[in-house]
């Protein structure tokens, strides 16, 4: 029986919680906006996935003391980036509460006037569907409006507390590698 079945509360403590679930390798993507009067803004997270096809929906889960997301929330859209393995280097500077964290970062406007950080792997630009309060965090769905694969570098994967580029493929893999 799960700690949430008992009522009585979890049997372990957040630091339990995050070592087990960072064995659950996950991608490393900027979500970024630009509000028409303000600059850019955007954070590195680690729970941007697909939600559905018909019609094309995505998500990610920000924290409640995120500064991005109400920039985000404001502006009603974003753009997922999905970083390359070679930048570790930009994820770390986009995962700080920093006003300026897009100084040393080059980007273009996504066709949604999103920024599209330069050198990442692929992009997916959204309107916001849904805004969802969950526990401490926000479940934010995007409508799709496009999405482009950049780059045929691998992803950059946080696993383990660590960044890699772990993929190696153990079985045959078609070439689906689209749009390059
Ligand atoms: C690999 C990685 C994954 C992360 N995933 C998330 C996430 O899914 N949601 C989130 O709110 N923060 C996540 N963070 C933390 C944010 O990037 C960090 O708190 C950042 O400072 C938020 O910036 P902001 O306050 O300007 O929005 C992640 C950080 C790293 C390094």
Known sequence: ???????????????????????????????????????????VVGTFTSVSLDPPLVSFLADRS???????????RYCANVLAAD??????????????????VPWTPSPLGNPVLEGIVAWVDCMIEKVVELGDHYLVVGRVHDLRV????????????GYGDYFSATSLVLDRLVGW
């Open 1 to 43: 029986m799960g700690p949430t079945m008992t009522g009585i509360g979890p049997a372990f403590d957040g630091r339990h919680f995050r070592d087990v679930l960072g064995n659950l390798p996950t991608a490393v993507v900027a979500v970024t906006t630009a509000g028409p009067d303000d600059g850019p803004a955007g954070m």
């Open 66 to 76: 995120s500064q991005t997301l109400p920039r985000i929330r404001a502006a009603g």
């Open 87 to 104: 930048q570790e280097a930009v994820c770390r500077r986009m995962a700080v509460r920093d006003p300026g964290k897009f100084d040393t």
């Open 150 to 161: 950049e780059s045929p570098k691998t992803p950059l994967l946080f696993f383990r507390g």
